[in-house]
């Protein structure tokens, strides 16, 4: 039986919730981890209130979301995280996720 939409949300707020400070994933990495699509990830974290630890994902080419990235990177900064040009360098910074 497929997994509810209430299921998913909460397998990807705690996946989310899961990437250590410090480190970030991408939305396909942790829509991989959950057996969702990245943009459905995107979507509950959106809607998720600021619950979740949405700066510790990241677009596929290690890019913060537009309307984030001022946010986004000052969190990152302070858990270590370098940000440039509101990037992050995948190879260094990326969690593997199970």
Not at 21 to 46: F, I, K
Request: net charge negative; charged share 25%.
């Amino acid at each position: 039986m497929a997994p509810t939409m209430a299921e998913l949300a909460d397998s990807i707020l705690l996946a989310t919730d899961a990437i250590p400070a410090g480190r970030v994933s991408t939305y396909g990495d942790v829509a991989r981890v959950v057996g969702c699509g990245p943009r459905l990830v995107a979507r509950v974290l959106a809607g998720s209130g600021g619950e979740a630890c949405w700066w510790r994902v990241v677009r596929a080419d290690g890019t913060i979301a537009a309307h984030l990235v001022a946010e986004g990177t000052a969190r990152l900064v302070e858990e270590g995280v370098a940000v440039r040009a509101g990037r992050v360098d995948l190879a260094r910074f990326r969690a593997e996720l199970e």
